[in-house]
C-alpha cells in the first residue's frame, strides 16, 4: 500500500536550533568541520529542513516524498531519529507524551519555502 506525501511528512519544526546551527554548522562526510571549508569557498553551505515524518517511514519513503511536495528539488541526504515523549505530570499521576520521529533533510539546490509547500 502506498502512502500520500503529506501522510509520511506530517509538519515542518521550527525552533532555533533548526533555524541557525543547522544551516551551515557540522562535519562533512570524513569527519572534519565543515565551516571551515565553506569560509575557504571549497564548499557551499546546502540547506537543511527538519519536519516530523511517519514514525513508520523510512528514508527512502521520506526522500521521496520531499521530492514530491517541493517539486524541482534534489535531497542530498536524509537523517532520522526516533524521539521519545517526554514524561509529565498532572496532578498526582504521571502521563507521557507520545514517541514521534525526526527527520534532518538536506536540499541540494538552493533554498525552499517550507510555509509554502508542506
Known amino acids: 500500500m502506498r502512502r500520500s506525501p503529506n ?3 506530517l509538519r515542518p519544526l521550527f525552533t532555533e536550533k533548526t533555524s ?3 544551516q ?3 562535519t562533512d562526510g570524513v569527519g572534519r568541520r565543515l565551516q571551515a571549508r565553506i569560509d575557504r569557498g571549497e564548499v557551499e ?3 537543511k529542513y527538519t519536519f516530523e515524518v511517519a514514525p513508520d517511514a523510512n528514508k527512502i519513503e521520506i526522500r521521496r516524498a520531499f521530492e514530491a ?3 524541482g528539488r534534489r535531497v542530498t541526504s536524509v537523517r532520522t531519529m ?3 515523549g ?4 498532572m496532578g498526582r499521576t ?3 507524551r507520545p514517541h514521534w520521529k525526526k527527520a534532518i533533510i538536506e536540499v541540494a539546490d538552493g533554498p525552499v519555502d517550507v510555509l509554502e509547500g508542506a
Do not use: A, W
Open 24 to 26: 551551515s554548522e557540522g
Open 45 to 47: 553551505p546546502r540547506p
Open 7 to 9: 501522510e509520511i511528512i
Open 20 to 22: 541557525t546551527s543547522l
Open 94 to 96: 504521571m502521563g507521557r
Open 86 to 89: 517526554k514524561k509529565k505530570r
Open 82 to 84: 526516533n524521539v521519545r
Open 69 to 71: 511536495i517541493f517539486e
